[in-house]
């Protein structure tokens, strides 16, 4: 059993307390409630919990205004606040958020996930999954067990239930297969495809929660020349390529053009960086709260002293990354692989770690591994990041993420 928590409910229908009670008791955690009051956020003061749980519509005060005089105490920002409600309107999921609500639940409530929902929001973990370590194509066999084979895919579940996807290699089809086995809908979740090359979109056709009516995912990314998203994620499901296309998603699916730019969804802040790689290639940096993820893939570090390093990209691309809990950047080749495949469009080993350091990333994850590469090479790989980082006195810390490995950040 994980940690236990202590919340506090203010609704003024009984029977739905007792639910949520029935709910989190028998999990173990503990529960007071409160009818709406003036005096409310006086008690909850006395009560300390770790969430309070707010309906909105009830009667002498509602649950925005509670939120709103909850948040407007800086001592009490460390208690999460979630909204109970029946309300399911945009308008109101959004006002709740921008008030400074936690997460935002629709009665009736699921009781598969209510508690295990409202513990991650408590806890306020970002859970970073890794689905697909390597590059280019997919590589099977004995000497890929480990780190497994599969091509480029990670999922970020953030605690208020959004979810997103970066790109959509073979690794997505193992992503594919968890969440049809959770049997649930997902409707706040975004895939963000990097580019268009083979190892990053082939597989979005076999992920099976674009089939199912009720999901809904918007598909976002860089056009190339005159083609949007939406024309590169269809033009490889025409039917010379595979057998079926768009007009089969079940789902609501949306799609959005995005270039160098920033922007946010639900007071997520994402900004976008233009790679050094072959076409349109995005990069992105994801920021909740006092966190900052960003995903690097496909992008060419030159070495300092080559005549195609440019001082100002360098410069560019550090301050993008610049102290990030967790780098995921494409480290395809050793150096030595590196002499003979500059301007591939891919970095090697030593120019990864160098900036990384550089810029005081806190957690450095080897991504994009050549597929010539087994357990055994990638292996060597970190040990020689370590060693470098080592000899830089750096606090980085470095690793090599397996498929379905699972950090929180």
Known sequence: MGKLYNFFVVDDDPIAVKLMESFLVTKGHRLSASYPNQNIVDEIVEEKPDCVLLDIMMPGIDGIEILRRLRAKPELNSIKVVIVSGKSYEFDRRRAFSLGADGYFIKPVDPRKFVSDLEKIVEDKIRLTFWGVHGTLPVPGKKYIRYGGNTSCLTLEFPRGIFFIFDAGTGIK??????????????????????????????????????????????????????????????????VYFPINLKEFSARVYFRDLREEAFEIDNIKIKSLLLNHPGYCLGYRIEYKDRKICYVTDNEIYPKTSKFHNEDYYQKFTDFIFSADALIIDCTYTDKEYEKKMCWGHSALKQVVDIAAFSKVKNLYLYHHDPEHTDDDIDIKVRDAEIMLTEKSSQTKCLAPKEGQVFEV
Do not use: C
């Open 174 to 239: 193992v992503l594919s297969d968890h969440l049809m086995a959770q049997k649930i809908l997902y409707s706040q979740s975004k895939i963000f495809i990097s580019h268009p090359h083979w190892d990053h979109i082939n597989a979005l056709p076999f992920f099976a929660p674009l089939y199912i009516q009720g999901n809904e995912f918007e598909i976002l990314g860089p056009m190339q020349g005159d083609k949007t998203m939406r024309e590169l994620i269809s033009g490889q499901m025409e039917g």
